[in-house]
């Protein structure tokens, strides 16, 4: 296990690796999830298997600290992330991110371009004020107090589903509010503007049981791959690995 500060008061984002081939494969999980959880498996495939792989999971979330004075914007988390490559000595990354972890790896990839080579995006977040259904909207519409200390953690957890619920209950519960705060809040400019955007080649999943893309025809203009996975819905990795695999191969 590997740790770099990220806050200038001696918190740590953490992650493992595996040694390998550059350019390395940086694994980056979604709101309320962990890295080697979503993705260690994917990562062993033979065919992707050789590869220097860094599984890291974001602030609040795993294994890596959580303090209690830090915002978790999508910029803090992309920071973050960004303190782990330079700590690891990662240039160039191909860098795959799940759901809210594919927004935070948009925001690196703008915010510090030589760190990202090529992106895979499973579901990513690409637009602030999301469906009311999804799940950053759930945990957001609490007040922080109700959602930490007034019951909505633990309401949320028992919604959610065995999967999600897994990981989540390893997540600090003030710092998932305030991930899924700033995962509704969105950036300036959105996620979809900067991925439009970046000169680094993109692959967007979409789960073909999460229905259309919303502006799959605008992002495909951009340049984006934007690949439909057949029986797989927001848990490409779990529902179709062999498609996840393969994009993540390219």
């Excluded at 229905?211 to 690949?227: N, Q, R």
């Amino acid at each position: 296990m590997r740790q770099a500060g990220f806050d200038g008061r001696g918190s740590c984002v953490r992650w493992t690796e595996v040694a390998g081939r550059e350019p390395a494969r940086v694994y980056v999980h979604g709101l309320g999830a962990a890295s080697t959880v979503y993705h260690a498996h994917i990562a062993a495939r033979p065919e992707l298997a050789g590869r220097r792989s860094l599984f890291v999971d974001l602030p609040g979330h795993g294994i890596s600290d959580r303090p209690h004075d830090f915002a978790y914007t999508l910029e803090d988390h992309a920071d973050a992330l960004a303190a782990a490559l330079d700590e690891a000595a990662v240039r160039g990354a191909e860098v795959i991110g799940h759901s809210m972890g594919g927004a935070v790896a948009i925001v690196l990839a703008h915010r510090r371009p030589e760190l990202v080579a090529r992106l895979v995006l499973a579901e990513g977040n690409l637009d602030p004020h999301p469906p009311a259904g999804a799940g950053s909207s759930g945990i957001s519409s609490y007040e922080e107090d109700a959602f930490v200390t007034g019951g909505g953690h633990a309401r949320v957890l028992a919604d959610v589903g065995p999967t999600w619920a897994a990981t989540m209950r390893l997540a600090d519960p003030l710092a998932l509010h305030r991930s899924a705060c700033g995962l509704v809040r969105g950036t300036e400019p959105t996620m979809r503007r900067m991925l439009e955007d970046l000169p680094v080649e993109r692959v967007y999943l979409q789960g073909a049981l999460s229905g259309e893309l919303a502006g799959a025809e605008a992002l495909s203009a951009a340049g984006v791959d934007v690949v439909e996975v057949p029986g797989a819905g927001h848990n490409v990795m779990f529902d179709a690995p062999d498609a996840f695999a393969a994009a993540v191969r390219g």
